[in-house]
């Protein structure tokens, strides 16, 4: 077994819908024999828990409260954390890694990037974007929207969705050869399931995995192979699946 890594995490210190800390985080992903953690709060246009009405600073500095928690109890417990956020448009969500809260603090446009300027950007900072869960659908959701073209790959495995939409999302990367990762979408630990990705070497900072995804590299998925299976249910329009273009609009997707 190679290096396990949790890449979608929240927690109750930034994310509305968090119900652990990030020290409750830590202590549980280390009993489940992981390396690493990378917590990645719902930013400004999801499911946060920071005012909106604050200044730009004190809004990054109240964003970084989950990640630093766990930050703590990693450095003493021995896990790795490492610093992500999770951005909603449209109901499509995008992790991003690479960035600092030097950066975010001196970028307050970021909160009003269009999915574009989020991917050039991120990219100009070093950084990378992965869709969240492309294939989801929920009561709340209108369309699933795919937006492949505003990320540097697909997150296809996610322990919150139905194994129908992780089954789609890994049939879709594969088929277009997009980079894959895996997730747990974790709100609350100890979690009944939780996915990440298995890498060889054990990453030095968020830059590594950043690499891996820009690079090519080799990114395992630690989940069951039977997620992946399609399950025998029938598609109804629920499920219909678009693909968004430069300008927004929406592409029925044969997937």
Same mark, same amino acid.
């Given at each position: 077994?190679g290096?396990l890594?949790?890449?979608h995490l ?5 994310s509305a ?6 020290k409750?985080? !830590?202590?549980? %992903? ?15 246009g999801?499911n946060t ?6 200044p730009? +600073? +004190?809004r990054?500095d ?7 928690d766990a930050?703590? +109890?990693?450095k ?5 954390? $490492? $610093?992500?956020l999770e ?6 969500? %995008?992790?991003v ?12 446009e970021?909160?009003?990037w269009?999915?574009?300027e989020q991917?050039e950007? !991120?990219h ?5 974007? #992965?869709?969240?869960?492309? $294939?989801r659908?929920?009561g709340?959701?209108?369309?699933i929207?795919?937006?492949e073209?505003?990320a540097d ?7 919150g969705?139905d194994?129908?939409d992780d089954?789609?999302a890994?049939? %879709? ?6 980079v894959?990762?895996?997730?747990s979408?974790?709100? %609350?630990?100890?979690?009944?399931? #939780?996915?990440? !990705?298995e ?20 990114i395992g998925l630690?989940?069951?192979r039977?997620?992946? #299976?399609m399950?025998?249910?029938?598609l ?11 300008n927004? +609009? ?6």
């Open positions: 077994m290096y890594y949790e890449t929240h927690t109750s210190l930034a819908c968090g119900a652990s800390t990030g409750e985080h !830590v202590r549980f %992903y280390l009993e489940q024999g992981y390396t690493g953690i990378i917590v990645t709060d719902h930013f400004f999801g828990s920071v005012p909106r009405g604050l730009w +600073e +004190e990054v109240l964003f970084f409260r989950g990640y630093e930050l703590e +109890e990693g003493k417990a021995g896990l790795d954390v $490492f $610093f992500g951005q909603n448009f449209n109901f499509d969500e %995008y992790l890694y690479g960035l600092t809260k030097e950066y975010m603090k001196a970028h307050p970021m909160e009003h269009t999915r574009r991917l950007e !991120v100009r900072a070093g950084g990378t974007v #992965i869709q969240a869960h492309p $294939f659908i929920r709340y959701m209108d369309k929207r795919v937006g073209i505003f790959g697909l997150e296809v495995a996610n322990a969705n194994s129908l089954a789609r890994y049939s %879709y990367a594969e088929k277009k050869n997009l894959m990762t895996a997730g979408d974790n709100h %609350y630990s100890p979690a009944s399931r #939780i996915f990440g !990705v890498l060889a070497d054990r990453l030095g900072s968020i830059g590594d995995y950043v690499r891996l995804i820009r690079e090519g590299g080799r630690h989940v069951p039977e997620r992946f #299976i399950p025998d249910v029938r109804d329009k629920r499920h219909k699946a678009f693909r968004l273009n430069e927004k +609009e929406l592409t029925p997707l044969d997937d």
